[in-house]
């Protein structure tokens, strides 16, 4: 019924930036809450950022300052912009959003999409 697609990963020096973009399509009635987690090897998932339908934005202590979360919803999209990545930043980053659909309302989630920081 819905699906939240990514893009943007990819390898980046450290210092570099990368912007991540999540669409979400398909028969969908609302959009409420939109975000981004992410999980390393060996670590458990954790938020990076999130953005409420009115625009209120919530980061991560350890990305506050570096990343910058938005959204369009003329296009079902929201974006997570990365400066001054470190290395510590390697993960894959998923998309979550809140849902409306015709069955009623979920959290749908993107395939995920590596972030890798190196030199």
């Known amino acids: 019924q819905a699906q939240l697609v990514e893009s943007g990963g990819g390898l980046v020096q450290p210092g570099g930036s990368l912007r991540l973009s999540c669409a979400a399509s398909?028969?969908?009635?609302?959009?409420?809450?939109m975000g981004w987690y992410r999980q390393a090897p060996g670590e458990q998932r954790e938020l990076v950022a999130a953005i409420s339908r009115v625009g209120w934005t919530t980061y991560a202590d350890s990305v506050k300052g570096r990343f910058t979360i938005s959204r369009d919803s003329t296009k079902n999209t929201v974006y997570l912009q990365m400066n001054s990545l470190k290395p510590e930043d390697t993960a894959v980053y998923y998309c979550?959003?809140?849902?409306?659909?015709?069955?009623?309302?979920?959290?749908?989630w993107g395939q995920g999409t590596q972030v890798t920081v190196s030199s």
């Open positions: 398909g028969n969908i009635f609302d959009i409420y809450r």
């Open positions: 979550t959003a809140d849902l409306r659909v015709a069955t009623g309302r979920n959290d749908y």
